[in-house]
């Protein structure tokens, strides 16, 4: 869905941006950040009901995002 939606590149450069504040190492704040954005873009699409709430969940899911949610959705992709 990401792909038919405006500005989701400048979504995730800040994301990217606010790793790269609290990280020293660049390449892995980019690389964490990008893997977050993209579980929260995957949980925003089962949640949105098409193109005008998908940025809205999208930032709401981004925020909500804890070490937990990540963990999980790694054992998910891995159990199948």
């Known amino acids: 869905m990401m792909s038919q939606i405006v500005r989701t590149d400048r979504m995730s450069t800040s994301v990217t941006g606010t790793f790269c504040a609290v990280e020293k190492d ?4 980019t690389i964490a950040s990008l893997i977050c954005f993209e579980i929260a ?3 925003a699409d ?3 009901e098409g193109h ?3 940025k809205t969940n999208l930032f709401g899911k981004i925020t909500a995002l804890s070490g937990i949610s990540i963990k999980m959705r790694k054992f998910e992709e891995i159990k199948q």
Do not use: I, M, N, V
């Open 52 to 54: 005008k709430t998908f």
């Open 46 to 48: 089962e949640t949105s």
């Open 26 to 29: 660049y390449l892995f704040a």
């Open 41 to 43: 873009a995957e949980s």
